[in-house]
């Protein structure tokens, strides 16, 4: 077995991006294994191409049982662009993802503000560090009502926000975290952000942080 630590990534019908994640993952220290979506446990993209809502269909899927209850003892969980919208549709996350307020598809690098430091996913960065990630989306605006919003921001759940309007999202908010902190959702895409080759390696600094949670979970765990 490698002492590598194990993350699941959960591939849905119509998935992109997939073995992207898994690779660069791999690139910082995890061993990513995929997880089918009808499977009901987890071991040790674009789903269903969003025919219906973003993330609608995924999250009801057998498998969501199992991350429900993953989630649930503390182990860490990050959603990725649809994923992010999946974890909000699963309400595993607060908020909704809506359609861009231009109704159209973006894809460009973003720049981001790291709002919250000691979140689990952030820890290797620092407060008000700027990180450059892409985005590619179609419905990725952040909306909550003002109460939640204001709530979330005081209570530190805005981790990561856009540094100018990319898409309408209510505050510029490009990442939120449950309130445990364990469960993150976030619309721009590390995992095209871990080589300078491909114009920034920042992404991997949120995926080093999600394999050093998953890490010292299984310590836990054990």
């Not at 077995?1 to 959960?10: E, G, H, I, T």
């Not at 269903?48 to 969501?64: C, E, K, N, Q």
């Not at 199992?66 to 994923?83: D, K, M, Q, W």
Request: charged residues 15%; aromatic residues 6%.
């Amino acid at each position: 077995m490698s002492d590598r630590p194990l993350v699941a990534v959960v591939v849905f019908p119509g998935s992109n991006d997939d073995r992207d994640a898994a690779w660069a993952l791999g690139s910082v220290g995890a061993e990513p294994t995929f997880v089918w979506h009808e499977e009901t446990s987890l071991p040790g993209g674009f789903s269903y191409g969003d025919y219906l809502r973003t993330g609608a269909i995924a999250s009801v899927a057998p498998v969501m049982s199992a991350v429900r209850e993953f989630a649930s003892v503390g182990g860490p969980v990050l959603g990725i662009c649809n994923g992010f919208q999946v974890l909000c549709e699963a309400r595993l996350l607060p908020g909704v993802l809506r359609p861009n307020r231009q109704l159209e598809f973006v894809c460009a690098d973003a720049s981001l503000l790291v709002e919250v430091a000691d979140s689990l996913f952030l820890r290797r960065c620092t407060i008000g560090q700027e990180l450059v990630i892409p985005v590619k989306h179609g419905e990725g605006a952040w909306y909550a009502d003002e109460g939640t919003f204001v709530q979330l921001a005081a209570r530190g759940q805005i981790v990561l926000r856009y540094t100018a309007d990319v898409n309408g999202a209510m505050g510029n908010v490009a990442g939120v975290v449950n309130e445990a902190g364990n469960v993150m959702g976030l619309m721009p895409h590390p995992e095209h952000a871990v080589d300078p080759l491909l114009g920034s390696a920042d992404g991997g600094l949120l995926l080093a942080a999600l394999v050093d949670a998953a890490a010292a979970h299984r310590l836990v765990a054990a």
